[in-house]
């Protein structure tokens, strides 16, 4: 089994800055990738970031130039740097890996969510 565990969360005034960490343990032969999604209230939940085994990164238009992906080095935390917080970003944060087996089969872990919440 993995676990997934994401920290970092809380409270922020418009225009500051947190840092999300999400990390993976068990048993992992490989990680294809690690996504940030985030979920607002009455809102589905979507992607904001990912980062590959490549260490390419793609983002949501709605926090491009904002927030940065980004590890160590590949069974490390991933973080998700998050500057110039908006009043829009305020949604539980939730970290997805995708874990690939001996097999090349993928199965994706969830973690259990941080709440951020950017308000004045």
């Known amino acids: 089994q993995v676990q997934v565990v994401e920290s970092g969360g809380g409270s922020v005034q418009p225009g500051g800055s947190l840092r999300l960490s999400c990390a993976a343990s068990?048993?992992?032969?490989?990680?294809?990738?690690v996504g940030w999604y985030r979920q607002a209230p009455g809102k589905e939940r979507e992607l904001v970031a990912v980062i590959d085994s490549a260490d390419g990164t793609d983002y949501a238009d709605s926090v491009k130039g904002r927030f940065t992906i980004s590890r160590d080095n590949p069974r490390g935390p991933v973080y998700l740097q998050m500057n110039s917080l908006k009043p829009e970003d305020t949604a539980v944060y939730y970290c997805?890996?995708?874990?690939?087996?001996?097999?090349?089969?993928?199965?994706?872990?969830w973690g259990q969510g941080t709440q951020v919440t950017v308000s004045s």
């Open positions: 997805s890996v995708r874990v690939r087996d001996s097999s090349s089969r993928c199965v994706d872990y």
């Open positions: 068990g048993t992992i032969f490989d990680i294809s990738t």
